[in-house]
């Protein structure tokens, strides 16, 4: 693993992953989703041709070329997918997958991505119970097909990463779901914290104290061997490196999710996971929408470029918002703060909150040192 300020110097010239929403059918209607999926694919979607050359453009970005993630709606919905991921292999650049649990994740398709030399998939299961994860996925039986498909891949030998979104009812469940990746053998845990887009409400969210709780919480995670990711939640990092340095943390919330994890999982296995991958949205990250729109990510629809258009390494690299980003020219607390270049609050929720981009992380309850001396001034 590269140090932090490798990362950082890598990251202001390429992304570390590329995200294409290959499409957006999907037969799912998720009520937290960024996207407003439909059955069928939607006018304009990148062609089998229009997809190869944005293949070869993420392969511009050189060497250690980005990973590719091919998410949609449900890649599996497009007839050309594992042409595209042959193609991908052919000029060696790596290949991830987000499907759909849906009737098209079947052994077959399974055994397809087994072959085909896909790097791993990633399948969200977003609650320990079927009643909090069907309700969220609007789809009643969800969450047993879902944790069959986990077992299935698993079965075949295909890396598998569980999402998981941070909401209401899954809050309190985040402990149960933990024990249950570790019962199916799941090592990769990434944890989404809502954005209020798309089909995703302000009623669903919870409140800046429970994100703090909740990152608190992955943290404890970490010391049972699991690799703990966030999505919209980078503070996750300083809390992670606060509790590296000797710092406790304990409040009501917390305490109860740990006491939960102890029980299911005894006691930590070893320390708290010091990776540090310092990405947040435009910084480490891209998405390519479905029409060849490229925005900073898949929770920020700020339109950059179009890659049917301008290349997407001119569009990463010299697009004025994204510099700005990777300067960290941010507003408010995210723009005095010390752990800015690890962090960098989540420009995604600054934008909806603030329509934004460069706003302060308004989930986020640190206050930095230098803003109370700014307040002071005040």
Not at 4 to 28: D, G, M, Q, Y
Not at 99 to 115: C, F, G, Q, T, Y
Not at 169 to 181: H, I, N, Q, R, W
Request: glycine fraction near 8%; aromatic fraction near 8%.
């Amino acid at each position: 693993m590269r140090s932090v300020e490798e990362l950082i110097r890598r990251f202001h010239e390429a992304p570390l992953l590329v995200f294409w929403e290959s499409t957006k059918a999907c037969p799912l209607a998720c009520k937290h989703c960024r996207a407003d999926a439909i059955l069928k694919p939607l006018p304009g979607e990148l062609s089998t041709e229009e997809g190869k050359r944005l293949i070869e453009q993420v392969a511009e970005f050189g060497d250690p070329k980005p990973l590719l993630i091919i998410t949609g709606g449900d890649p599996l919905m497009r007839a050309d997918l594992f042409e595209l991921v042959d193609y991908a292999n052919s000029l060696g650049v790596p290949v991830s997958l987000a499907p759909a649990v849906s009737k098209s994740l079947d052994d077959e398709a399974l055994r397809r991505i087994k072959s085909s030399g896909v790097k791993s998939i990633s399948i969200s299961l977003d609650g320990a119970t079927a009643e909090t994860h069907d309700e969220l996925r609007g789809v009643p039986g969800s969450f047993a097909e879902t944790v069959s498909a986990i077992k299935r891949a698993l079965d075949l030998g295909i890396s598998v990463q569980v999402n998981t979104v941070v909401w209401k009812k899954s809050l309190s469940e985040l402990p149960d779901v933990a024990y249950l990746l570790r019962r199916l053998g799941v090592k990769v845990w990434e944890v989404f914290f809502l954005i209020v887009t798309g089909r995703a409400k302000e009623e669903l969210d919870i409140s800046p104290a429970e994100y703090e709780s909740a990152v608190q919480f992955l943290v404890d995670v970490s010391t049972y061997g699991f690799q703990v990711r966030t999505v919209e939640a980078p503070f996750y990092r300083r809390a992670k490196l606060e509790r590296l340095r000797g710092k406790a943390y304990s409040d009501l919330l917390y305490d109860k999710l740990v006491a939960r994890l102890r029980e299911l999982l005894g006691p930590p296995q070893r320390g708290v996971d010091p990776t540090i991958v310092p990405t947040r949205d435009g910084f480490g990250i891209i998405f390519v929408g479905h029409d060849g729109t490229v925005t900073p990510s898949g929770f920020l629809p700020y339109p950059l470029g179009n890659v049917r258009k301008r290349r997407l390494v001119d569009i990463y690299r010299n697009h004025p918002l994204l510099v700005k980003m990777r300067r960290g020219e941010f507003e408010g607390r995210c723009g005095v703060c010390e752990y800015k270049d690890i962090c960098g609050g989540s420009r995604a929720r600054a934008f909806a909150v603030f329509k934004n981009p460069l706003a302060e992380d308004p989930a986020c309850v640190y206050i930095p040192s230098s803003w109370k001396s700014v307040e002071m001034t005040r």
